[in-house]
Structures are given as C-alpha cells and as structure tokens.
C-alpha cells in the first residue's frame, strides 16, 4: 500500500475492516460517533464485527474503543455473545466524539467519514450502505496525529472544560 490512499464506499469495508484489522497484533484503536451491530465476511458467513474484536482479544491485542451513545440493542445482544470483551476492550462514551478513526498497531490508519456500522462501512448491499470517504495510510506523521487526537480524549482532556458533561457517562474529572 502507498503511504496515503483515498478511498470511498465498499473501499473502507475492504481496506479497512477485512484487510488491516484481522492483521492486528498489538493494539487497535476505534473511534466513532455511531455504534451499531456491523456484520463481516469470515469465510463464507456474515459474523459480527464484535467476534473479530472478541478473537483480537482473545490473541492478547489491546482494543480502545471511543463512542459517542450508547449502542443499539442489536449491538448490546451480539455484544453479550463474547463476554471476553467486557475486560478486552476498554469503552469511552463521549458525546462530543465524531470523528471516526481506526488505528492498528501504529502502523496503519483509517479517518474518514463512516461509523462503525454496517452502512458506515460499506458492509451493506450496495443499495443500502451510505455513500462515505476517507483515507487510509501508513505514514508515521499522519498516525501519530490522529493518535494524539484519540488519546488526548481517552485521557480526558477536554472533560473539565466540557459543556456536555451532563450527558457523557464516562465523564473524566482530571483534579
């Protein structure tokens, strides 16, 4: 892959969900504002996305994952199905997140515009997924900003100065 890809649609299912993902080995980092129950090829079946995260988890890769509300109910029952996620991947709901943004391992990262969702992420037929872009890259600059602005909200930068705290759940008090 080159350093810097643009692409849209199908494209970041493909790119992005079967191909840097799986190949995950250290950490993933997930950030989007809407959660909903994605479903992906492995094999020849459709399996929940969250089966591929409860088998990363299962191989010892660290998994963060940012969010803006809480997930549909669809979700929360596929999530009930891989109890190894409730300890192997950490949650924060911020409702001021809305980028979306993957990072696998510090060598490869996904921001755009698509959610984690079937739609979001191309997963859908084509005549029901959303129409999205983004880019992908494997440039250390690029990664490394889009990690400092996950990070600086996973530690809770913003919190004391948030005019939102009401409704974030996972509020963090930094004094």
């Not at 492995?42 to 803006?68: N, Q, T, W, Y």
């Not at 005549?127 to 992908?136: D, H, L, M, Q, V």
Request: with cysteine; hydrophobic share 40%; net charge negative.
């Amino acid at each position: 892959m080159e350093q810097f890809s643009f692409i849209t649609d199908h494209e970041i299912y493909e790119k992005v969900i079967l191909e840097a993902i799986p190949k995950c080995t250290r950490f993933l980092w997930l950030a989007t504002s809407d959660l909903k129950d994605l479903y992906v090829h492995e094999g020849r079946e459709m399996v929940p996305f969250l089966k591929c995260l409860s088998d990363l988890a299962e191989a010892g890769v660290s998994i963060r994952l940012l969010h803006a509300k809480e997930p549909g109910p669809a979700f929360r029952k596929d999530f009930d199905r891989f109890p190894n996620l409730i300890n192997g991947m950490e949650r924060i709901l911020c409702p001021r997140v809305h980028f979306k943004a993957m990072v696998v391992d510090g060598l490869f990262a996904y921001s755009g515009s698509a959610n984690l969702t079937g739609a979001g992420m191309g997963a859908k037929s084509e005549k029901r997924r959303n129409f999205e872009s983004g880019f992908i890259t494997t440039d250390p600059h690029l990664i490394q900003r889009i990690m400092d602005q996950f990070d600086r909200i996973w530690m809770g930068e913003h919190c004391d100065g948030c005019g939102r705290k009401q409704f974030c759940a996972d509020y963090i008090d930094l004094q």
